[in-house]
C-alpha cells in the first residue's frame, strides 16, 4: 500500500461510497436483467459465462490494467513515462502490451511529426470507457486496502 494514505474530507469521502454503492446497485440491475434471458434457448449459464470471459479476455494479461490505469490515471504518456511509473516492466513487454492495446482499440499511439518525431499514448473513447466503469472498482479497493481514508 503506498504510503501515506490519501486523506479526503468526509463529504468527499462519503461521496465516493455513495458512488461506489450507486454502481454495485447498476450492476445488481444489470445482473438481474441478463439472467431474465439465461435460459432461454441458447443463452444458459454456460453461454452466459463463456461471453464474458470472452469479453473479459484483454484484461486478464499481464499488465494490461496497470497500463490501462496509467493511461486513465495521467492521460496521454509517452513509453519512457510509462515504463518509468510501472515498477517491474521490462521494455519489451511494454511495446508488446500497447500494440496489443492498440489493436484492440484500448489505446490509441499518437504521432507527431518532428523533428524530433514524438510518440504519445492516450486511451481511446472505448478506454475510457471502460477506465470509467473500473473506476468504482479501483476505489472500492483502495478503500479496502487503507489506501484511502476519511479525514
Known amino acids: 500500500m ?3 494514505p490519501m486523506k479526503l474530507p468526509k463529504g468527499d469521502f462519503e461521496r465516493v461510497i455513495d458512488h461506489i454503492e450507486s ?6 440491475s444489470i445482473r438481474h436483467t441478463l439472467s431474465q434471458h439465461g435460459g ?3 443463452y444458459n449459464a454456460d453461454w452466459e459465462v463463456a461471453a464474458a470471459v470472452e469479453a473479459l479476455h484483454i484484461f486478464s494479461s499481464r499488465w494490461t490494467i496497470e497500463i490501462l490505469a496509467t493511461l486513465y490515471i495521467t492521460g496521454s504518456r509517452r513509453f519512457n513515462e510509462m515504463r518509468n511509473m510501472l515498477t517491474g516492466i521490462s521494455s519489451r513487454t511494454l511495446s508488446d502490451k500497447l500494440s496489443l492495446l492498440t489493436e484492440e482499440g484500448l489505446v490509441y499511439r499518437v504521432v507527431v511529426d518532428g523533428p524530433p518525431v514524438k510518440v504519445s499514448y492516450e486511451l481511446s473513447e472505448h478506454g475510457m470507457t471502460c ?3 473500473l473506476s468504482p472498482l479501483v476505489a472500492h479497493l483502495k478503500i479496502l486496502m487503507g489506501s484511502i481514508k476519511s479525514s
Not at 23 to 28: K, N, Q, R
Open 2 to 4: 503506498p504510503e501515506p
Open 23 to 28: 454502481t454495485v446497485g447498476h450492476g445488481t
Open 40 to 42: 432461454v434457448g441458447p
Open 131 to 133: 477506465g470509467r466503469l
